[in-house]
């Protein structure tokens, strides 16, 4: 995950089901990185991620999504 000046990305773990797990939360301090792990419970599940493509491609990348979403239309 690239970040702007200025974020860091900091990282996370719990304890689930016999093991640990690890997650990463983009924030610009430690403290604003805890209040958004603290909003979690408010969190709403949006979908499975099945390709993450890099926003340096641009255009490209763009041209690939609406393709991939038209084509997965019901």
Same mark, same amino acid.
């Given at each position: ?37 603290? +909003? /979690? %419970?408010?969190?709403?599940? !949006?979908?499975?991620?099945?390709? +993450? /493509? %890099?926003?340096?491609?641009? !255009? ?15």
């Amino acid at each position: 995950m690239r970040l702007d000046k200025g974020w860091n990305s900091y990282l996370f773990e719990y304890y689930h089901d016999g093991s640990w797990w690890c997650f990463e939360i983009p924030a610009r301090s430690e403290q604003e990185a805890r209040e958004r792990v603290n +909003k /979690l %419970p408010n969190a709403k599940h !949006l979908g499975i991620i099945e390709l +993450k /493509l %890099p926003g340096h491609l641009g !255009l490209f990348a763009k041209l690939i999504c609406w393709v991939r979403n038209l084509i997965t239309l019901p």
